[in-house]
């Protein structure tokens, strides 16, 4: 552990429209990851209402525990907006007038050819405590102080208002007011494996973890992200240790490993097929389109996805991919035998190197004894080979097309790895 | 107003990954449009971190403002995961195996022909004060209490889970325990017109609405939602006093509105589709399988889906779809001329009623002066006629894509509905 005190900060974003869903709250989330990248330590986030004493309240409540409070919201022109009040009465001080936020108030309606109407003047006026911080992309303030043994920022609710402040000011003088730990993170992910398997196969290796090491498991339909997270004085240091745990951890669940960090796992199949020069192309029955949009999703795709062809219906899987009317017929459109001929016909069709199909009972209607919803095959077709695969998914019909896209792309990944190998 | 007590409640959001920014939380804010809806007023949101202390104060300073507390997370198998024993700890009682949750676990795993580790039968043990509530859809059973006068929930931190969990138990329990202020909803779905317009549109009609009936705007990308909520006390009239007011509204913004309350624009297009009994196919470009995957998602799409082409290069929109080499060479992919062939021939091709394309430059490369990342050409092509548009949209791929979708199905749904009047 580091030697040097933790930074802990609070964020509280304020506003009716948030707690009654209309709005989502995307800036505390932005928020904590930015203060997690310079090592502060996120202790609490708080939502509140428009209501004096739940603000109030949440101001108390945070000093007694961080260092930095970060606040966002209510700050607009309008009566509802109780931030601005309400820090001058938490620290009990009046509010004046600032010329330089007027100036800046009326060059921002200029600008825009609008007139500054007695509401809008109102935002130059801010408590006499706080250090008036320029907002240059809108009209509400930000406000700085320093008081209780906190920091404080109040910044606007707009995303890209608060952004800029934050980028601008606040993250650069928190790192020149505090002594901030070095923290060093690495996300191992992996996929085709549930979170309990995965730490059963672990287990001697977390539990032998030194005590600044931290690892938290964070699953997500079919896939597992596993966190390692290494506190210290020394970047490289951390870096080499945490470089080190993964070496270890690797051979064990190897197979599993299609990534690391921020890479998901469709970008991870388009590394694949760049690297190795290999063109890809589907034909989705059950999950209707949906891996393509994976796919095509992550940029610069054209390079590796030639195409896909969804055949909602047995005709189509006969007349546009070829796939034997007699095969339908005897073995249905949920079969080894239709699968197999829809990797294979439709890698042909679009002179793919990789012919990847599905087709499943998605649900939720559409089931029978033999071949409950849920029932998929998924298959991957390449020179010489075609591997298939039976899945016996849920009852629900996005979940069955989102799981059908994580073990189809997944099943390919296996796929290419083998044949390169 | 309804003369009722108001009913409060408190949301906890636990785990590290949340204020680390490692992931977002969608969970509370969910949460918090599902309780609006039903009348019960969210007083505050919370997250706290993987920390006994941070936890237990949340617990207790929540029970001190709300009648109900939900909280998500921290209820995995693995060590990080602290919900469960603290809840434990907070209601000073043991915990013991509940033998259904163990019968529901082996089943969970029987289902999915995986072993069932000790870590996973830990999660069938809970505190005795608890209510067992299954969780049909994961490993990690819903807990309710009745303490210290408020009613407690715990559920997994897994979306699905939680929403299953929220829906079939925990909202019927709280109507049922509560005597909650009467409210009625009703939500206008709008589509192919930005806030401020609509609202200059309605402004003398929304100025007229009575105190006890409020409106709110909800934008999403290129729909916006708006919904009226009518307070009182008994709901006949509430739904009638709505229901007048959506008739006055309407007569202002019909050819916006695509449906009402929970209908998805996909939804609606179905039922038209449904209707007028006619079937639709797609030719994807640049939105690469979104839209079939949008339409394949709601059940029974498979009546009036036929199937979908994504021809992501040239030679396939000419091998397999048929378009003109001389109109691709000539006005190239991202044309007038090339959707409507495209349109034109997919429709042929899945001999559907309706056939739908689309072809652009999605980003953030491939863009140029005369043809700009976002510039987008969509088509509707049906007996007689091909109807084009062109889309300016933004600099970011994920964005036109979904822009895309939105303006492809609101392009078929105006066809369509021109067709059978």
Not at 94 to 99: D, I, K
Not at 316 to 336: D, P, T, Y
Request: with cysteine; glycine share 8%.
């Amino acid at each position: 552990m580091s030697p040097k005190r933790e930074i802990k900060a609070e964020i509280i974003a304020i506003g009716d429209e948030l707690l009654y869903g209309q709005i989502i709250d995307t800036n505390s989330h932005w928020i904590s990851q930015e203060l997690d990248l310079i090592g502060v330590r996120v202790v609490r986030r708080t939502t509140v209402g428009d209501n004096r004493t739940d603000i109030l309240s949440a101001f108390q409540q945070a000093e007694q525990r961080a260092d930095i409070i970060l606040m966002t919201g209510g700050l607009g022109p309008t009566n509802d907006d109780l931030t601005k009040p309400l820090l001058a009465e938490y620290f009990k001080c009046g509010t004046e007038l600032v010329p330089e936020a007027l100036e800046a108030v009326r060059t921002f309606f200029e600008k825009r050819g609008r007139e500054l109407t007695l509401t809008n003047q109102m935002q130059a006026y801010l408590p006499t405590k706080c250090q008036y911080v320029p907002n240059e992309v809108g009209t509400a303030p930000g406000m700085w102080f320093e008081e209780n043994g906190c920091v404080w920022m109040s910044m606007p609710g707009v995303p890209h208002e608060m952004k800029k402040l934050m980028t601008d000011f606040v993250l650069p003088k928190v790192k020149s007011l505090f002594e901030l730990p070095t923290i060093f993170h690495r996300v191992i992910r992996t996929v085709g494996i549930g979170e309990s398997w995965l730490a059963d196969l672990i287990k001697n290796w977390e539990e032998s973890l030194p005590s600044h090491i931290r690892l938290a498991y964070l699953p997500s339909l079919g896939q597992v992200r596993m966190r390692l997270t290494a506190f210290g004085d020394d970047l490289r240091t951390l870096q080499n240790e945490v470089d080190l745990q993964i070496e270890t951890v690797k051979p064990l669940i190897d197979k599993y490993i299609y990534g690391y960090d921020q890479e998901s796992l469709e970008e991870a199949i388009g590394r694949l097929l760049k690297q190795e020069n290999k063109k890809i192309a589907l034909a989705e029955s059950c999950s209707g389109g949906y891996i393509s949009h994976l796919i095509t999703s992550i940029p610069g795709s054209s390079a590796y996805f030639q195409g896909a062809v969804v055949p909602y219906h047995n005709t189509f899987k006969n007349q546009i991919l070829g796939v034997n009317e007699k095969v339908l017929e005897e073995f249905g459109a949920v079969s080894e035998q239709t699968i197999i001929e829809m990797a294979e016909n439709i890698r042909t069709l679009f002179q793919a190197d990789y012919g990847l199909a599905s087709s499943g009972i998605a649900g939720p209607g559409g089931g029978w004894a033999e071949k409950p919803v849920g029932t998929v095959w998924i298959a991957c077709a390449f020179e010489g080979r075609t591997v298939t695969k039976k899945l016996q998914l849920t009852q629900d019909r996005m979940l069955n097309i989102q799981l059908t896209g994580v073990a189809l792309l997944n099943l390919f990944r296996t796929c290419i790895l083998e044949k390169t190998e």
